[in-house]
């Protein structure tokens, strides 16, 4: 996949202001002007959240890192049950 511009991420979500882009950035989040597929989805989670729920870049933050652990955790366990079951196969 390819990376994006943070413009064009903004745009595509229908953000028509840029002052949650402004709000992330001074909280320390998408400081780069091209984001990679993984950070795309992240901006969009983001806005959503301060857009639809009212949660405030800090929180966005917050929420931002749990759901990388949890994503991290749910690889780790999909790969565990791939092992488990080609084991259980094997016998």
Not at 2 to 27: D, P, Y
């Amino acid at each position: 996949m390819k990376r994006a511009r943070v413009t064009e991420v903004i745009a595509f979500l229908g953000l028509e202001r840029s002052s949650i882009l402004e709000e992330l950035r001074r909280e320390g989040l998408f400081e780069g002007e091209w984001l990679e597929p993984d950070a795309a989805e992240e901006l969009r989670v983001a806005a959503a959240l301060m857009r639809d729920l009212g949660v405030n870049p800090a929180g966005v933050e917050v929420v931002l890192q749990l759901r990388r652990r949890l994503l991290a955790l749910e690889g780790l366990t999909t790969d565990s049950l791939r092992r488990l079951l080609a084991e259980f196969d094997e016998r």
